[in-house]
């Protein structure tokens, strides 16, 4: 029976200063290292041998990726980068303080933007226009619903993760808090409702067991 890993990345600049990011690309700080380190131990007491790793283009995830597998003996595994599995884009929320945009806003509209699975925040005026999204052919967002990430994360699900599961091989997803709670909503059958109660802490690593047919078998959060 094949296990799949997802985990959020470690703590980040942004994550310390309290800030939205989003698809901004930030560092890790010394307590996200640590974290990283800590939870690759975890893993690797587990005893699960991975055949592949999967991370968004953001380097907050990328570094956490690496310091995990480090730690498991397993840097020579395939790596797969996807931009669907970046963070949700938080618009023009971006590198706003959360409990300014609380103050401001009230803590209904906040916890819409922020937890809510169709509410979009505010929009950028003109999207960015990054090298590495534009040699894609990927138009980057002005901002970003959960929903939204939901519907750009499937694809990459559907097509890469759930393929290698099915020929029994075990992955890795280092990702990011939204995107991870959308991928948590499909495998868990959450609602729309009811995804704003479901929270993904910083590089805690949850472990899910499948059957053949990759129906659920076990879920563990270490």
Avoid: C
């Avoid at 290698?164 to 280092?174: F, I, K, P, Q, W």
Wanted: glycine share 4%.
């Amino acid at each position: 029976m094949p296990y799949l890993v997802i985990m959020r990345h470690g703590q980040s600049v942004a994550n310390q200063k309290n800030v939205f990011t989003g698809w901004s690309d930030v560092n890790l700080t010394q307590k996200g290292i640590e974290q990283s380190h800590e939870a690759g131990k975890k893993l690797n007491s587990l005893g699960i041998t991975f055949d592949d790793a999967h991370t968004s283009f953001l380097k907050r995830a990328i570094e956490t990726l690496h310091i995990v597998l480090e730690e498991n003996h397993q840097l020579y595994i395939p790596e797969h980068k996807s931009w669907r599995l970046n963070e949700r884009h938080y618009g023009a929320l971006r590198g706003k303080r959360k409990d300014l945009v609380k103050k401001q806003y009230g803590e209904k509209q906040f916890l819409k933007w922020r937890r809510s699975f169709n509410t979009v925040p505010p929009l950028l005026d003109k999207a960015d226009n990054d090298l590495m999204y534009r040699k894609l052919g990927v138009k980057e967002p002005r901002g970003e619903s959960l929903e939204m990430a939901y519907h750009r994360l499937m694809p990459y699900w559907e097509d890469e993760i759930a393929p290698r599961l099915l020929d029994n091989h075990n992955e890795l997803v280092v990702a990011h808090g939204s995107t991870l709670r959308a991928l948590i909503k499909y495998l868990d059958q959450i609602s729309d409702e009811d995804i704003d109660k479901v929270e993904v802490p910083n590089v805690e690593p949850i472990v899910y067991e499948f059957n053949d047919k990759l129906d659920i078998v076990k879920k563990t959060m270490l």
